[in-house]
């Protein structure tokens, strides 16, 4: 089974990333195929110059960079949402593969099960 | 419907009520689902969707009631009203059990709605011909 978890939301002012990580990491569990994708404000999660610190949270990007130890490795980010904030691929972590807007079509299109966060 | 096939649905609720109006559009997709003739199995209430479980609710007086509408539903046509156990805890929301467990002093979680995992969701998406989502 297919299952393709959608953040849209950046980090720290709500915890809906942080909770979409809880299920990606508990999906996991259940060995089907999964898939992790950043679009709009949710390409903020990925930046690798972020402190949570800062606010009393945890960093964001460390979760998400940790999730191939966890045999998660399908993590993608939206390109044009990227170019829209002023961000290059080099601010993100490494281990993201940027999407195209038809991919993104396709890649949903694939799903038994998506979530939005 | 002479002919079509039944299906088999899962919902999953994200929104909380009365706040959104997910759970609710939710309820009467079931109920024009099981009208239809097809099957619900599992209402999974997920992220702020788990505040439809809360007995607390107190609604307007014109307002439906939407967490004895699912429990009256569920209990008549045998389905599952599953509220994720993690997000729920975050949000205040939690059985006897967390409550002894966790030194809480009350417990608001309504009669017919059950606290599992992420388990439950996996699951019902693998029993389900489909997984509908409320309240994104």
Known sequence: MRLLFIVRTAPYGTIRGREALDAVLAASAFEQEISLLYLDDGIFQLLVRQDGAAVGQKTASGPIAALPHFDVDRIFGGAYDLCKRGLRVEDLIPGVQLLENEEIGALIAKQDLVLSF | ?136
């Open chain 2, 1 to 136: 419907m002479a002919g079509a096939r039944q299906v088999i649905f899962s919902l999953v609720v994200q929104a909380a009520p009365p706040v959104h109006q997910g759970a609710e559009t939710a309820y009467r997709f079931a109920r024009a689902a099981l009208a239809s003739g097809h099957r619900v199995r599992r209402v999974f209430f997920y992220a702020d969707g788990v505040h439809a479980g809360n007995a607390l609710l107190m609604p307007w007086q014109d307002a439906i009631d939407i967490s004895s509408r699912w429990r009256l539903l569920a209990d008549r046509e045998g389905i599952d009203l599953v509220v994720c156990i993690g997000t729920a805890a975050r949000r205040g929301l939690i059985d006897e059990t967390e409550a002894k467990r966790n030194d809480k002093s009350a417990f608001n979680l309504g009669a017919g709605f059950a606290l599992s995992g992420l388990g439950q969701l996996v699951g019902a998406a693998l029993e389900s011909d489909r997984l509908i989502t409320f309240g994104c």
